[in-house]
């Protein structure tokens, strides 16, 4: 069984920037992957951000350039730096895992099978 417990969520102005971390227990194979989603109220949960265990990559375009996604193996450790921050990246931001898959890049809620509990971003104008 994995626990995902997100933390680093806040308040932040326009322009500023926060850094997320997500603290994984269970075994590394469970988190062979792990993404980063955000849901804002009446929206859809969406894929934002995802990383392999050896340091593959993907972005969503709406925060391609703006945030990076990492990760500390040693530590079961993911991070989401946000820089640049609108008022539209207001959500609940979600920490998610799962084990090896072939990735097409998208990031899909059905392709993750742990979840966080969340921790809120609200980015003021």
């Known amino acids: 069984q994995v626990q995902l417990v997100e933390s680093g969520g806040g308040s932040v102005q326009a322009g500023g920037s926060l850094r997320l971390s997500c603290a994984a227990s269970?075994?590394?194979?469970?988190?062979?992957?792990m993404a980063w989603f955000r849901q804002s109220p009446g929206k859809k949960r969406e894929g934002i951000a995802a990383?392999?265990?050896?340091?593959?990559?993907s972005y969503a375009d709406s925060v391609k350039g703006r945030f990076d996604v990492s990760r500390d193996n040693s530590k079961n450790t993911l991070y989401l730096q946000m820089n640049n921050l609108e008022p539209e990246d207001t959500a609940m931001y979600y920490c998610?895992?799962?084990?090896?898959?072939?990735?097409?890049?998208?990031?899909?809620?059905?392709?993750?099978?742990?979840w966080g509990q969340g921790t809120p971003v609200t980015v003021s104008s």
């Open positions: 990383i392999s265990r050896d340091g593959v990559t």
């Open positions: 998610a895992s799962r084990g090896p898959m072939y990735s097409t890049g998208q990031i899909l809620q059905t392709d993750f099978n742990s």
């Open positions: 269970g075994s590394s194979v469970s988190v062979w992957w």
